[in-house]
């Protein structure tokens, strides 16, 4: 097994699927500001994907490119974390999807800013500040809708009662996070999940929303058993390269 | 007085000086700005539709990438516009309300269907390409801040041809399929392309009066023929034809002589009966509606902190 | 410009809530001062920060932002325009031009 290749498509396919996603709000936001807010973090998600995915594609030594990987490999064959393939459903949903995303990612890039590897460290730093970015927004987003309305604040708890149980991939501890660890050029993701924890029940406290009663988690992204919209979504995504395999775009 | 008043302004704005919001104006300036500044906002969030239903499928991940950088850019330039427009006096809201009515227009060019990845390529292109040219004599309106968004606007979007440009010169030298996507797609946007620059110029009631006020600065037809001499050198060096079998160099003017452009569809389409209106609008409002909900939280979560903060300062301070 | 007389629109104002408008001002660069680039809406401040963040600076214009809530700013009325700047058109010995110096001092 090539832990650094799984490892990298791990961080890559999170950041891929997050941004085509936030990249189906664009035009369709609550209101204009917000529209641009969404695109704009969507955009940072595909510039890590590309980064991450790139630098995969060199650890697999195999030739393939960041489009190669994200246009050419199918639903089994990525790493992200379920939580990521949850619908974009209503602005809600998808505040509380970056939300539990974001408080992971913002220790996940702290701690890979001390990496072993330069270039991995090189991409944690510029990653870091815009996901403490994206962790500011989606945050006081889940505080304004907890707090708001009525309405608002029973939609959003729905939201996170949903998606909290796809939340357990995130923090998986198997042999490729213990090699990445153990390496030093990565961190264990299972070491997160504390911080993620404190993250949550400090906006919890704010919002005036709670912790649902604990549920099974469900697990598989990091092994490629995924939830059934995946297929879709790459159906859709990689629709051109895979209908016109020869052409340059 | 109300004479004085109007004379002394026609000699101010003839003498290419700026109107500011608080300034005297006539009544006419101010509505005709409205519509146009409106028209004009609306035109940007309307127009991020046709190209959003191609983000989620973008052939490369940098495409994607340039593709939503652009899109977002346009939602940029509506709030810039529908700012400037605020400054008349009207709140946005208001406007976005007969946006959705269908009292207001919207460039009919959005209207079309993007069919193809290569519609992308030529949007950016060909519309941009027709919408710069349309907005670089309106960084000098007289209106202040109409011309100093307008100026924003042109410095974000030179990118935006350039962008179309270069999809259309890749897909022209990529393999038959993308040159054929390519040729499609110019066949589809080339005279719809040509009608955004509004009717003839001998067509166009509102265009002496704005052209007075310097709200406008060149006529229709003198920006259509400026489009169509510069874009079509651009075409022949992508190798593909435009569709237009009158479309000749004429020595004498020393401008390309053009077909006529059928005016009916263009009526049809600015009427309601383009093949995307009724989606467009619907999409818009539905982004609206869905939307209220959250826009009601923030508000109601914005009063209830101010309010928590003035009761803890009272309580501070008793 | 005259001042403007309250003119009346015909545009329904219609009694609903708004997210209110905020003015908006950047720094371009450490070492320049705040200017005004334009407005936007937003429920609060922090959001205004955030959306001026999104909407004028996603080309890094920016170095720092301030907003304004739009109905604070309280402005010189045009028709006090003759009355606040023109005082100032005669003071022409405010300006260095006014004082001649001989030839010889040639930086000052």
């Not at chain 1, 030739?63 to 974390?81: K, S, T």
């Not at chain 1, 919002?207 to 598989?220: K, W, Y």
Request: glycine share 6%; aromatic share 8%.
């Amino acid at each position: 097994m090539n832990a650094r290749f799984e490892y990298l498509l791990r961080l890559g396919d999170d950041a891929l699927i997050l941004g085509q996603q936030l990249g189906l709000w664009t035009g369709h936001g609550p209101v204009l500001e917000e529209d641009i807010a969404l695109t704009n973090i969507g955009l940072d998600q595909i510039g890590q994907a590309r980064a991450w995915l790139t630098m995969a594609g060199r650890a697999e030594h195999a030739g393939r490119d960041e489009d190669a990987l994200a246009f050419h490999r199918n639903p089994e064959e990525f790493r992200c974390a379920q939580l990521c393939q949850q619908a974009n459903g209503h602005f809600g949903d998808t505040i509380a999807r970056q939300f539990l995303f974001d408080a992971y990612a913002v220790p996940l890039h702290a701690a890979l800013t001390k990496s072993s590897d330069d270039e991995i460290a090189a991409i944690a730093r510029k990653s870091a500040k815009e996901s403490a970015y994206h962790l500011r927004h989606s945050r006081v987003w889940m505080v304004r809708l907890g707090d708001g309305t009525e309405e608002s604040h029973a939609k959003v708890q729905e939201s996170l009662d949903r998606l909290l149980p796809y939340v357990g991939d995130l923090f998986v501890g198997d042999d490729v996070a213990e090699a990445a660890a153990r390496e030093g050029w990565g961190v264990n993701p299972a070491t997160l999940r504390d911080a993620w924890e404190s993250e949550l029940d400090d906006m919890l406290a704010e919002s005036g929303l709670h912790r649902p009663e604990a549920v099974p988690e469900q697990i598989g992204g990091r092994r490629g058993i995924h939830t059934e919209k995946l297929s879709y979504l790459l159906a859709e995504m990689q629709v051109l390269p895979r209908t016109y395999p020869d052409a340059q775009w | 007085m109300e004479m004085d008043l109007l004379q002394h302004f026609d000699a101010y704005v003839a003498a290419e000086k700026k109107i500011e919001p608080k300034d005297w104006m006539p009544d006419a300036y101010r509505k005709t700005l409205v519509r146009q500044i409106s028209q004009h906002a609306h035109s940007e969030i309307v127009g991020m539709l046709p190209e959003g239903n191609w983000i989620s499928r973008a052939p490369s991940l940098k495409r994607k990438a340039i593709l939503m950088a652009k899109v977002q850019d346009e939602a940029g330039h509506g709030l810039y516009l529908y700012s400037a427009c605020e400054t008349l006096g009207v709140e946005r809201d208001d406007l976005i309300a007969d946006l959705h009515s269908g009292k207001a227009k919207y460039s009919s060019i959005f209207n079309y269907p993007t069919l193809t990845w290569a519609d992308m390529g030529a949007i950016g292109w060909l519309v941009d390409g027709a919408a710069i040219m349309n907005q670089v004599p309106l960084c000098k309106c007289s209106y202040g801040p109409y011309a100093r968004a307008m100026v924003r606007v042109c410095k974000e979007e030179s990118f935006h041809q350039r962008q179309g440009f270069q999809i259309m010169l890749t897909l022209a030298n990529g393999t038959e399929e993308q040159k054929a996507m390519a040729q499609d797609a110019l066949n589809r946007w080339w005279w719809p392309s040509l009608m955004m620059f509004g009717p003839p110029d001998d067509n166009s009631p509102n265009s002496a009066q704005s052209m007075a006020w310097n709200i406008k600065r060149f006529s229709n037809d003198e920006l259509r023929q400026k489009f169509v001499d510069l874009t079509v050198p651009q075409a022949e060096l992508l190798g593909l034809t435009l569709p237009d079998p009158d479309l000749t160099w004429n020595e004498e003017t020393g401008h390309y002589d053009f077909g006529e452009i059928d005016w009916s569809e263009f009526q049809r389409v600015i009427s309601g009966h383009g093949p995307c209106n009724k989606e467009r609008l619907e999409t818009r409002r539905n982004a609206w509606d869905n939307g209220a909900w959250v826009r009601e939280a923030a508000q109601a979560h914005a009063e209830k902190r101010a309010a928590r903060r003035d009761a803890a300062g009272e309580t501070a301070a008793a | 410009m005259p001042p403007a007389k309250p003119l009346p629109l015909n545009f329904s104002v219609v009694d609903k809530k708004h997210w209110p408008l905020w003015e908006i001002f950047i720094r371009s660069r450490q070492g320049l001062s705040h200017r005004h680039v334009g407005s936007l809406h937003a429920a609060d401040a922090e959001m205004a920060v955030e959306n001026a963040r999104d909407v004028y600076t996603r080309r890094q214009e920016g170095a720092s932002i301030w907003v304004v809530p739009a109905d604070s700013i309280t402005a010189s009325s045009p028709d006090e325009r003759d009355l606040l700047f023109d005082p100032a058109n005669d003071k022409v010995y405010r300006h260095p031009t006014f004082y001649d110096l001989p030839d010889e001092v040639k930086h000052m």
